[in-house]
């Protein structure tokens, strides 16, 4: 089985707009975390997992207008993905950094 740890993704969105961070590649799942980065003002930022690949919907989110000091970091739990999930981000500023980490594993 092999295995694939550290950054697997970064992104700094444009303000107020949904972006795909991260799609799970076939045949891999795995436990991951998100790191958000704030380089300016106090904001809020939202993640969400799109199981399989579904369209954004309220109840994918794992953090909703979560808000972030200026100057500041914060990250999501720990969360298990599979295959094809999408991990979303926004930011209501265009002054969040987002880095997306894990260790997948491949499925047997």
């Known amino acids: 089985m092999a295995v694939t740890r550290g950054i697997l993704a970064q992104a700094n969105p444009l303000a107020a707009t949904p972006t ?38 309220l109840e994918q989110y794992v953090a909703y207008d979560k808000q972030i ?3 500041d970091t914060g990250a999501t739990i720990a969360f298990f993905v599979n295959e094809g999930d999408v991990i979303r ?3 209501t500023l265009a002054t969040l950094s987002f880095t997306f980490t894990a260790q997948e594993q491949t499925i047997a």
Request: net charge positive; charged share 10%; with cysteine.
């Open 20 to 57: 795909d961070l991260y799609t799970v590649t076939a045949g891999v799942n795995g436990t991951c975390r998100v790191i958000i980065a704030n380089r300016g003002a106090a904001t809020s930022f939202r993640v969400s997992i799109g199981v399989a690949g579904a369209l954004d919907s």
């Open 69 to 71: 000091a200026a100057n």
């Open 89 to 91: 981000v926004y930011a």
